[in-house]
């Protein structure tokens, strides 16, 4: 991982850890813990064979 993306990883923890210690009373995360983690590979939205995307909201156009 880069520095550059471990600096704002850990500049970005310090305002969320204080929310999670102070108002949720939770532990709080390390950068390594955030860093270690592999991200998650985003999935194509599903459509049925009518071409209808499986969880959208009824009626809704598409854009």
Do not use: C, F, W
């Not at 520095?3 to 390594?32: C, F, M, P």
């Not at 991200?39 to 071409?51: K, L, Q, T, Y």
């Amino acid at each position: 991982m880069s520095r550059l993306l471990r600096d704002k990883i850990e500049g970005s923890l310090e305002q969320k850890n204080h929310l999670l210690v102070k108002v949720y009373n939770r532990r709080a995360i390390t950068v390594d813990e955030v860093a270690d983690e592999p991200a998650p590979v985003p999935r194509p939205p599903r459509a049925d064979g009518d071409g209808h995307v499986a969880g959208a909201e009824p009626g809704a156009r598409p854009r």
